[in-house]
């Protein structure tokens, strides 16, 4: 028999005062950022999302506490997690504001996906950011961190860009006061969260004996870079693994062509060959040659000694095939026309500067190709490109819109075109 999970019940302590506000409640922040902040009882976290209402809602009636069950190869282990001092839908725009403006706020970390940096209006995720900061200023004007945990290069400097962007047409003083007042900081975030289901739900409940409506799984890694000034402080986030270092970008070059890029090749070619989770991908026979592939060519073009790259693949493939924590591609695969960008594109462009065509992001390409054609997709810019995939001539359009220099390389356009005939043929033989 279990008991309802609240703070009585698990005899967790009292929710800590309110010093840190995060932007996107979902299931990574809950596995990683707020796993780290737990590690200092002074500081609580007021937790936002724009998205739905029932995650807020079931947290809330949890007293904001959550079991984050980490599940690697041998028995999964369960903790509650008690850094959520309290859980808001989007509705809860008054006490954004508020949380926003209060003084004893010092920092604001942000899990809006690659798309979320995109827009500037009212209800977009940076509008609702602007709209708290001008009323941070207009409330006396003290500094905050900004501290941004997606999988951007940069996204320190993304989210400065953005912010500037959309504070374009406000009064000069606030504008002076972002720049001078807010600090942006550089982060790289790692930890493979997969979306829970309801056997989550019930594995849950024989692990801690309370009923938990808003469970985490992950897996035993986490990393958490950071690089940039806390004006008003910042919780010990160090006590729970946290680093932080003078430089970040090499880092974040490793993280997000090594991890992200070979999820991103395995999501799409994956797909295409019927897998449908990360750990199943990793282990075809063309897909795994694909990978290793892929990381001999972003090996080429990341400025790290070999042996430290060579134990990251290592590792990397070591959780990749771990049985623990299965992450389904479907959920990988969101957002495409944002993470492509950022995960294969520098590697191919620099691969065909020297005239080098390399099979592994020619196959992600053509992949992202036939997931655009056969669905479902889900991308801010799926209007746009799925008519574009399913159209003559698809390959070089696609292409076009996401960069036209990939579009005017006759020579790619062909090699996405070959394979993703190679890989309509690789799936016939297999089915």
Known sequence: MTTRLTRASAQARPPAPVRAVHLGLGAFHRAHQAVYTMADPEWGIAAYTFRNTELPRRLAEQ??????QVRGEGQPEAVIVDAISRAHPGGDTDQWLADLASPDVALLTLTITEAGYRGDQDGSAIGRVLAGLRGRHRAGGAPIALVPCDNLPGNGGVLREALRTAAAGEA????????????????????ITPATTEEDVATAA???GFEDRAPVVTEPFSEWLLSGDF???RPAWEKAGARFVDDLSVYAQRKLRFLNGAHTLLAYAGSALGCATVDEAVQHPVLANLTASWWDVAARHTPLPASELADYRQRLLLRFSSRGVRHNLVQIAADGSQKLP??????LRAERAVQRMPEAPVA????WLIHL???????????????????RDAARRVLSALDTALADDAGLVSAVEDHVEHLRL???RIS
């Open 63 to 68: 007293d904001g506490l959550f079991s984050l």
């Open 172 to 191: 000069p003083d606030f504008r002076s006061w972002l720049e001078d007042q807010v600090s942006y900081v550089d982060t790289v975030v790692d930890r």
């Open 206 to 208: 024989q692990l801690t």
């Open 231 to 233: 004006p008003l402080g």
């Open 342 to 347: 950022a995960r294969i594109l520098p590697v």
């Open 364 to 367: 992600a390409l053509a992949g």
């Open 373 to 391: 054609r056969d669905g479902p997709v889900s991308d801010p810019r799926a209007d746009e490109l799925v008519p574009l995939a399913r159209s």
């Open 426 to 428: 690789s799936a016939e």
